[in-house]
Nanobody
């Protein structure tokens, strides 16, 4: 089975940048579609970005143009680069893996990381 571990979260001022990472073990990430989701207090877990097995990416409208997603096969790691951060980006960021591809909904993802906290101050 695949285990996912996020890292790189922290505190950043509005307008700043941060990169969070998701490292996989127990499997090869290249065969999975990978997604980033975030959950703020009192809110549902929401899709942020996804990258497919062939490298194509999709984004939530709220982050389009500000965030990018990438994958490093040699390191078995997927990254979420977050630029021009806003206070509303504050959330716990989770990565997830799907054997079916990349999706905007949570149900298709079989494996989830524990999450990393991202806090954006005004």
């Amino acid at each position: 089975q695949v285990q996912l571990a996020e890292s790189g979260g922290g505190l950043v001022q509005a307008g700043g940048s941060l990169r969070v990472s998701c490292a996989a073990s127990g499997g090869t990430m290249s065969i999975y579609g990978m997604g980033w989701f975030r959950q703020a207090p009192g809110k549902e877990r929401a899709f942020v970005a996804g990258i497919g097995r062939s490298g194509g990416s999709i984004f939530a409208d709220s982050v389009k143009g500000r965030f990018t997603i990438s994958r490093d096969s040699a390191k078995n790691t997927v990254y979420l680069q977050m630029n021009t951060l806003k206070p509303e980006d504050t959330a716990v960021y989770h990565c997830a893996a799907s054997r079916l591809g990349v999706f905007r909904t949570t149900s298709e993802y079989s494996y989830w990381g524990q999450g990393t906290q991202v806090t954006v101050s005004s």
